[in-house]
């Protein structure tokens, strides 16, 4: 690579999706850095912006096209990079959004300095982006937001085959880096004086398939690394979570009473049409291990509403499963139909007005969850890891088993576990808490 001129160039960034993509802009932005480039925020003029792009929704891609639109009204010289999944799976879309200069697919972003020399916009836009079964490697991420917490990509890809997903289309197999290469970037990490880390993945419950290594021995070697305080363990499916990971759990000083399982759906019938691998029984089953190890860890659901054929009947069999399960809290989706998957070509669409209903329905009961189990612990005294955002002159942060506090801002607590006691559920629906 190489830019001309005196004067650094400003380069910004913007992520859409997962907090995988986040880990990874975060390392992009460092090769920036590293590379004599400052870094700036996305609203702020700059020379380039990098778009790091996601496509399970329709309204991810909607997200990003206006993204670029924002860019191209407001600062028309600059030059634009779409990097990511969406620009894996729809370049030649991307490229015809007027400003585009550069299309990365998902091997080729981590190149992308490589791809730049004067930063002068192009007349017609570049596309490199590899067929999605030659993606083999494994690049390396973490995030350093805001130095309290990071993001460590543990593994990428998946081969499963969900009829609704696109993310195999968009990130290629399951692969992952050996564990003593983790456990080194998770001591870079420490060094950089984060207490947590959240282990993150498309399926990280798959790890260690190209290294005949396993997520459990994973646990194992991270749970060694000093000044790591805290792991969580980010979205893990079901039938990948054994009980040698949660008995782990339950032991472990330093791995949190957080989990998060996809379930999708608690009808059996539309789970098969989903091509998920278990039937609602084995969620349960992962659930009760979990509540009778760790009677106090939060337990967060992921479920789709709308899936193609989900008839009123299927729908209230997921709310009653839902209803009656040991959980925390639902992440509710609503069905987005993407192109070139299965359930595209399904019959029996529900109509939009049914899902939002639906969506309704189960994020009132998601709300309900979460307020009985923060008030399962008002009057406890917990560990939360303080956060640096400041929001009406009041801080936040988590507790090991992910309840979310607010207390009076205190520069001096930013980046600091501390006890304290869960005194009442705010406006917003935090936990306010007493310093111990
Ligand atoms: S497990 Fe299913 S939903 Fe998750 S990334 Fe793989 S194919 Fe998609």
């Given at each position: ?16 999706g ?115 079964q030659?993606?083999d490697?494994f ?21 499963y ?21 983790l ?72 791995i ?12 059996n ?39 193609p054929?989900?008839t ?53 009961l ?7 189990f ?63």
């Amino acid at each position: 690579m190489a830019i001309s001129g005196d004067k650094k160039k400003k380069v910004a960034f913007h992520t859409l999706g997962c907090k995988l993509n986040f880990s990874e802009t975060s390392t992009i932005s460092r090769n920036f850095k590293n590379n004599g480039f400052e870094v700036v925020s996305f609203n702020s003029e700059a020379d380039m912006y990098v778009i790091n792009t996601c496509s399970v929704t329709e309204q991810a891609d909607k997200k990003c096209r206006q993204a670029i639109k924002k860019i191209q009204n407001n600062n028309p010289d600059a030059f634009i990079a779409v990097v990511g999944c969406y620009a894996q799976l729809k370049p030649e879309e991307i490229a015809s959004n007027l400003g585009v200069d550069l299309v990365l697919g998902t091997q080729e972003k981590f190149n992308i300095l490589e791809h730049l020399d004067n930063l002068q916009k192009k007349e017609t836009p570049e596309i490199y982006s590899c067929a999605i079964q030659e993606v083999d490697q494994f690049d390396s991420s973490h995030s350093e937001a805001d130095r309290t917490r990071s993001f460590l990509k543990v593994q990428d890809g998946c081969d499963y085959s969900c009829s609704y997903c696109t993310i195999p289309l968009a990130r290629g197999k399951s692969r992952n880096k050996k564990i003593d290469e983790l456990v080194n970037e998770a001591h870079k990490i420490a060094q950089s004086n984060i207490k947590e880390i959240i282990l993150t993945g498309v399926n990280i419950g798959d790890f260690g398939k190209s290294t005949n290594e396993s997520f459990y021995d994973l646990l194992k070697a991270l749970e060694k690394v000093e000044g790591i305080e805290r792991i969580r363990i980010s979205s893990i499916e079901p039938n990948l979570l054994k009980d040698e990971i949660i008995e782990f759990v339950a032991k472990s000083e330093k791995i949190q009473p957080h989990f998060h399982i996809p379930l999708q759906s608690g009808c059996n019938k539309i789970l098969a049409k989903m091509q998920r691998r278990y039937k609602r029984e084995v969620f349960q089953s992962r659930v009760d291990k979990i509540k009778s190890l760790i009677p106090h860890a939060f337990i967060g659901v992921d479920v789709i509403v709308g899936f193609p054929g989900e008839t009123n009947e299927d729908f209230e069999e997921t709310y009653k499963f839902l209803y009656n399960l040991d959980a925390s809290f639902f992440h509710v989706f609503s069905y987005s139909e993407r192109p070139n998957t299965k359930s595209a070509n399904f019959e029996d669409k529900v109509p939009r007005k049914i899902i939002t209903e639906r969506s309704k329905k189960l994020q009132k009961l998601a709300n309900e969850k979460q307020t009985t189990f923060y008030k399962q612990h008002i009057g406890q005294e917990e560990k939360v890891l303080f956060e640096a955002y400041k929001r009406n002159n009041n801080m936040f942060g988590f507790t090991g088993n992910y309840i979310k506090v607010e207390a009076e801002y205190d520069k001096s607590l930013v980046g600091q576990i501390k006890t304290v006691k869960l005194e009442e559920i705010s406006e917003s629906g935090n936990l306010i808490v007493k310093m111990r």
